[in-house]
């Protein structure tokens, strides 16, 4: 359960963030992470080069494209920055203590959160767009739940193949971008998937592959959490049971979403497209946790 996930989406307090706090945490955290310095270094020479035919939003700045070309660049070459970072993602939403004293990478995290917030398509078009996902290991134990991502995920319009009883997750998302045209060469059909965003989860006929259908909502543990967010107290305490997914790195399980009661019919308009709970932004000495709906989760392998 990815209930240890630094998930924050900053929903009540980017701005602040943006313009107050983040660009001089991007400073202090390059001169003290050599990794992130010559990775956000690499990135920001591609994206001053690829910015002009990619014309983003308005209000798209070039960290959020660097941040988005670091991250999508390292995943596909699978490089030690990429499993760092996705580790701390994973690790470092134990408590707020520990993002802010042990996540070096708080400045990336916000910019990629936002650069997927501003780049993402009305959910009746990205979700008509199927992505595929392969995982190894994965045991059935209920026929559907719903769940969201534990981490950054990259998945692919080309159907991926398979190995014996290697599980195909098939994919419909509402908030993935497309970030094919962030690589070299242009190109669609890569997607990457947020962690937050909530999939009703069913097993196709009697094979071991997943079909994870948006709901076109997101759910977080925490908003806000550098300005003084505490995590959800009602993220914690799931049921058991769901699909248990294993690797060498982590175990992954999906376990019942019984909080949000009966799931409903998935789709691009079945809910609002908005965080789900109730979102409430403490001021920096606040000591009230944020209310959010709990949340179930898949790991991504790291």
């Known amino acids: 359960m990815a209930e240890n996930s630094f998930d924050d989406e900053y929903l009540k307090c980017s701005t602040r963030m943006e313009i107050k706090h983040v660009p001089q945490l991007l400073k202090e955290e390059r001169a003290n992470h050599a990794l992130l310095e010559t990775v956000w270094g690499n990135a920001e020479v591609l994206w001053k080069s690829r910015k002009a035919q990619i014309s983003p939003p308005m209000n798209f700045k070039d960290p959020h494209g660097i941040a988005l070309t670091a ?9 030690p920055f990429y499993h760092e970072f996705n580790r701390a993602v994973t690790l470092m939403g134990q408590s707020r ?4 004293y042990d996540f070096p990478f708080k400045a990336f995290h916000f910019y990629l959160v936002r650069a997927l917030q501003m780049l993402r398509r009305p959910c009746e078009d990205s979700y008509k767009e199927v992505v595929y996902l392969t995982r190894p290991d994965t045991s059935i134990l209920e026929e559907q739940t719903q769940a969201r991502l534990g981490n950054f995920t990259l998945a692919y319009s080309a159907k991926p193949p ?4 290697e599980p195909l997750l098939t994919i419909y998302t509402c908030y993935g971008v497309d970030v094919g045209r962030f690589f070299e060469k242009k190109r669609g059909g890569v997607v990457l998937i947020p962690l937050s965003e909530v999939f009703q989860v069913s097993q196709e006929g009697t094979s071991n592959n997943l ?3 948006s709901i076109n909502r997101t759910c977080s ?3 806000c959490a550098y300005l ?19 690797t060498s790195d982590v175990s992954m399980t999906v376990f019942s979403l019984t909080a949000l009661g009966p799931a409903p019919a998935p789709g691009p308009r079945s809910h609002p497209s908005a965080s789900s709970g109730r979102m409430l932004l403490p001021s ?3 000591s009230t ?9 898949i790991f991504t392998a790291l």
């Open 71 to 79: 991250f999508v660049t390292e995943a596909q070459a699978q490089t």
């Open 97 to 100: 203590k520990d993002y802010i």
């Open 162 to 165: 398979t190995a014996g009883n």
């Open 211 to 213: 079909l994870l259908q």
């Open 221 to 223: 543990y925490y908003e």
């Open 228 to 246: 003084g967010g505490r995590k959800s107290l009602d993220s914690t305490g799931l049921p058991g049971g769901g699909y248990s997914v294993h």
């Open 284 to 286: 920096v000495t606040a």
């Open 289 to 297: 946790a944020l209310i959010v709906t709990s949340a179930v989760c």
